[in-house]
Nanobody, 121 residues
Framework: QVQLVESGGGLVQPGGSLRLSCAAS????????MGWYRQAPGKQREMVAI???????NYADSVKGRFTISRDNAKNTVYLQMNMLKPQDTAVYYC???????????????WGQGTQVTVSS
């Protein structure tokens, strides 16, 4: 059974920081591209950051220079360090696993249940 369990969300003031974690089980984590997405009320879900199995990263323009995605394959965990948070970062943040074969072919995509991040004074 595949599980992606997010943690670390909460309420923070503008300019503050949070670190989200996503612990994965039931997948070959080291072969998976991992990502963070977010969905604000009334808006579509959008990509925030992605880290490939090889460690390459990609960020949405709106978070470049403020957010950092990282992974620990030994712990099957992906992180999102969020600094200089803004009210417009308020959303439910979802962990995503893009599972691949050893040859890089897509296998399946899984989502976590989401964690709320609220940036407000």
């Amino acid at each position: 059974q595949v599980q992606l369990v997010e943690s670390g969300g909460g309420l923070v003031q503008p300019g503050g920081s949070l670190r989200l974690s996503c612990a994965a089980s039931g997948i070959i984590f080291s072969r998976s591209n991992m990502g963070w997405y977010r969905q604000a009320p009334g808006k579509q879900r959008e990509m925030v950051a992605i880290i490939t199995s090889g460690g390459s990263t990609n960020y949405a323009d709106s978070v470049k220079g403020r957010f950092t995605i990282s992974r620990d394959n030994a712990k099957n965990t992906v992180y999102l360090q969020m600094n200089m948070l803004k009210p417009q970062d308020t959303a439910v943040y979802y962990c995503n696993a893009d599972v691949r074969t050893q040859y890089g072919a897509p296998v399946n995509i899984f989502w976590g249940q989401g964690t709320q991040v609220t940036v407000s004074s």
